[in-house]
């Protein structure tokens, strides 16, 4: 076994990496190439990263490619993602052309070498035009909420998106009418990612000393973007109601405002509400901050996810992972992360949020409870070695199309 | 010279399809529930069983907890969880049996249809099933009843729920092959286990002491 096996027999057990064995000797003789928009930054990157060194590692043949594209391809591209989310202006006929031209070049650019093909997000979503010529198997991971998208958008995508011979969605409610099947396949985390795994105690209390947080008072914590959807202002308002009545700080992180002027906007409201509270501290993080967030949720009492709207929220497993209870919104993949009064609970309201940290600051058992069942919870649902496993059931299903249930020999 | 034929245990791996059907009522779900794979009916009736528990769940099954939780009928969701589903052979029978319990309640309702929250609506989905051998056989009763202590969750679903309800079997594949031993007795302890009254681990353990008793 190989020592990055080793590492995630370590952490998942060997039950979990003798399945994926298992699983891999039936599939290994046809071989999977990964297609995605982006070679560093966001989540897919991530995930592909870490994936491919243990495809090779559980022997299954495996590639990744990136498209390219100019500026105005990706300005479209974020106008799609945009408007598959149901917010922002629907994609025009004019930006759909962008969209085509840059799928062509691409064509002409990208190998297309895998028995099997997944293409992640709307980005190199039309590269599937190619199966006609060359055949293979197409699926298209969608990582994105399309719960609600606009119409007409989705009215571009929808031909492109029956081309492929599966796709797949995060959540039950993300799933369209479609002729083609549709797997449901949630994301994961990285247990061995900077951004979750182990850390010592001094790289914790360095990282809360730099920011001034003092490790010997309640912390409560929320990461998220500086978006109104993540309703950091509901938080400083749930933070308030709670200092009333039990010591706490509050750490309000995230990135990512930088090219976002809403984003911005919203930072300054919540430096404005913050206002001259010592106890509240707003850290603006650059990107590349993972060590940095690992430490300040590992240094938390108490984790926030309180959305308004959420896609799936991984925040909230990378929470949970730590051994951390989850307040959050009682919406998206928010509600399957937080199981009510078991991982965490889930609220409605910043007085919902306030009653239930209380709650638990008074009662650290209860909170160490529910941070060990959170910890379960991930470590059998939302680690990668799951979402890898589910990716190579996939490439068996495809050999069974239209089965349900299959024996194999 | 044959031996008597030997047990080969199983395991299963699971893929979840969604077939895009979404109810956000009473009636609603009545249409799809007519309309879906039975892939679909026994995904929404079995899959909790798999699942890893923190306490014991209110409800097994998918309709009842989302009529509870969603449409807040609550009489219903129980009626729902009293549907004895040991006392079904085939998908199809317990499909007719949600539905006639569904049209019951809504004939003899007096209050209009309540509507799910628009973020809290049925999402129909189906269940896929890999069976695979494990590996693990057992030529005589004795090694049987060893070999059970070992075996994962998984695999004693597919021989207890997967083998009655979705490969036409008349009873779980342990008492099938403990009967064609002449083992009757044994087969019919076994038979006699609910499986849908307690988890897998208890299942197993039950199993052990039919076992340890003989």
């Not at chain 2, 039975?38 to 309709?63: R, V, W």
């Not at chain 2, 779980?172 to 009254?197: C, H, K, T, V």
Request: charged share 25%; with cysteine.
């Amino acid at each position: 076994m190989t020592s990055l096996l080793e590492a995630y027999q370590e952490v998942v057990g060997p039950q979990v990496v003798q399945e994926l064995l298992v699983v891999a000797a039936r599939v290994r003789h046809r071989s999977m190439q990964h297609i995605n928009s982006t070679a560093v930054g966001g989540g897919v990157a991530e995930i592909l990263t870490r994936l491919l060194p243990l495809l090779a590692d559980i022997g299954v043949r495996a590639t990744w490619d990136v498209i390219r594209g100019d500026q105005r391809f990706f300005e479209v591209t974020k106008a799609i993602h945009n408007a598959l989310h149901g917010k922002g202006p629907p994609l025009t006929p004019e930006m759909w052309e962008v969209y085509q031209a840059a799928t062509r070049a691409n064509l002409e650019q990208v190998q297309l070498k895998g028995d099997v093909i997944f293409v992640h997000d709307p980005q190199p979503a039309g590269l599937v035009e190619a199966r006609e010529r060359i055949g293979r198997q197409w699926v298209w991971r969608c990582h994105i909420d399309v719960s609600t998208p606009d119409e007409s958008t989705w009215g571009f995508l929808r031909p492109l998106v029956e081309l492929y011979d599966a796709a797949i969605f995060s959540m039950p409610e993300f799933a369209q009418s479609l002729s083609i099947p549709q797997y449901l396949v949630a994301p994961s985390i990285d247990p061995l990612s900077d951004k979750n795994r182990e850390l010592d105690a001094g790289t914790v209390s360095a990282t809360l000393d730099r920011h001034g947080i003092d490790a010997g008072r309640p912390v409560l914590t929320q990461i998220s973007r500086f978006d109104r959807l993540k309703d950091p202002l509901g938080v400083i308002a749930a933070y308030r109601l709670v200092k009333q009545r039990h010591d706490c700080q509050l750490v309000l992180a995230g990135g990512g405002a930088a090219d976002d002027p809403e984003g911005e906007q919203t930072l300054e409201e919540v430096r404005a509400r913050a206002a001259d509270d010592p106890d509240i501290h707003v850290i603006l993080l650059p990107p590349l901050s993972d060590l940095e967030i690992n430490a300040l949720v590992r240094g938390s009492t108490i984790v926030f996810q309180k959305s308004l709207k959420e896609g799936f929220g991984l925040t909230v497993s990378e929470a949970l992972w730590k051994g951390k209870p989850v307040i959050g919104g009682a919406v998206g993949g928010i509600r399957i992360q937080v199981l009510n009064g078991v991982t965490g609970y889930l609220v409605h309201s910043p007085e919902g949020a306030a009653n239930r940290a209380l709650e638990l600051l008074r009662n650290p058992a209860l909170c160490r409870r529910m941070g060990e069942n959170g910890h379960e919870h991930v470590k059998q649902n939302f680690l990668l070695t799951r979402q890898l496993k589910d990716y190579l059931l996939l490439m068996l299903a495809l050999e069974h199309p239209g089965e349900r249930l299959i024996r194999l020999p | 010279m044959n031996g008597p034929p030997a047990f080969v245990f199983y395991t299963e791996r699971r893929l979840v399809l969604l077939t895009g059907f979404k109810a956000g009522n009473l009636p609603e779900l009545l249409r799809y529930l007519r309309r879906v794979s039975g892939a679909s009916i026994f995904y929404h009736t079995h899959h909790q069983y798999l699942s890893q528990h923190f306490e014991k769940p209110l409800f097994h099954n998918d309709f009842a907890k989302w009529t509870a939780r969603a449409l807040l009928e609550d009489v219903l969701a129980e009626k729902l969880t009293a549907i004895d589903l040991l006392a079904f052979s085939s998908i199809r029978q317990l499909r007719e049996r949600i539905i006639a319990v569904i049209e019951e309640h809504i004939t003899g309702s007096t209050r209009p249809a309540r509507e799910a929250r628009p973020d809290d609506l049925f999402h129909f989905c189906e269940s896929m099933s890999f069976l695979m051998p494990t590996g693990i056989v057992a030529d005589s009763v004795d090694t049987f009843f060893d070999k059970i202590r070992d075996i994962s969750n998984l695999s004693l679903f597919c021989h207890f729920f997967e083998a009655r309800l979705r490969l036409d079997r008349p009873t779980n594949d342990f008492s099938l092959w403990l009967r064609g031993l002449g083992e009757e007795q044994l087969a019919s302890r076994i038979e006699r286990l609910d499986p849908y009254a307690m988890t897998l681990d208890e299942l197993r353990d039950e199993i052990v002491r039919v076992g340890e008793s003989r």
